[in-house]
């Protein structure tokens, strides 16, 4: 059973276009949802992260937006750049549990 | 800025073989996971220590994988005896303790079992 559901699995934006991409969760003690950027050849690094206890969080280009009432949360990145081409990853945890991670979606921002 | 390293980076190995993996967490970290990423997958925990100890190995193979954290420092992943399926990026991270928000991953070392 797959707990945290990506989409969409690649995706290709424009030059200083807008990037979303969705995850969908089933459990609702989930309750930290960060988003994870990997390039080719890395390890994935922590870009942005949200609590249920707040519906929006940005910093710079990057916004996560959550609704709880559909179990659902989303990263969207403002003005994209080719150098933000990367695997993204959604992940979900609860209390004294590890991350669950999504499938991934491989963004290509084109120049 | 400090980093959770990983070695080999690379590693080919025949099927029935012996691999060993190789982690050192940031310094003072005390929380250390190995997590295998399946090509176009997300990653998996595989293991999780706390100090020296394990707190979570549900998802681990143990009939041909092994971990250990002798000395609550740096960490070694071992699979024997390798199988084709195996073949995958196992990843270290680490977080401070009572922080597994923020896991720093190392680079990874990317297995290919022929």
């Known amino acids: 059973q797959q707990q945290v559901k990506q989409s969409p699995q690649s995706l290709i934006v424009q030059k200083g276009g807008i990037s979303i991409i969705n995850c969908a969760y089933e459990?609702?003690?989930?309750?930290?949802f960060p988003w994870y950027q990997q390039f080719p050849g890395k390890g994935p690094a922590l870009l942005i992260a949200?609590?249920?206890?707040?519906s929006e969080k940005k910093e710079g280009r990057f916004t996560i937006s959550f609704n709880k009432s559909a179990k659902q949360f989303s990263l969207h990145i403002m003005d994209s750049q080719p150098g933000d081409s990367a695997t993204y990853f959604c992940?979900?945890?609860?209390?004294?549990?590890?991350?669950?991670f999504g499938k991934g979606t491989m963004l290509l921002v084109s120049p | 800025e400090a980093e959770v390293a990983q070695s080999p980076r690379y590693k080919i190995t025949e099927k029935s073989q012996a691999v060993a993996f190789w982690c050192d967490p940031i310094?003072?970290?005390?929380?250390l996971y190995w997590y295998r990423q399946i090509l176009g997958q997300g990653p998996e925990l595989l293991v999780q220590?706390?100090?020296?100890?394990?707190?979570?190995d549900s998802q681990l193979p143990k009939d041909r994988f092994s971990a250990e954290r002798l000395k609550g420092v740096d960490s070694t992943l071992k699979i024997q005896p390798a199988e084709l399926g195996d073949s995958a990026m196992y990843l270290c991270?680490?977080?401070?303790?009572?922080?597994?928000?923020?896991?720093?991953f190392g680079p990874g070392t990317r297995l290919l079992v022929l």
């Open positions: 459990n609702t003690a989930f309750d930290y």
């Open positions: 310094s003072g970290h005390a929380t």
């Open positions: 992940a979900a945890k609860r209390e004294g549990s590890t991350l669950t």
């Open positions: 949200i609590r249920p206890d707040v």
């Open positions: 220590f706390q100090d020296e100890s394990v707190v979570d």
């Open positions: 991270a680490s977080s401070y303790r009572g922080g597994p928000e923020t896991q720093y």
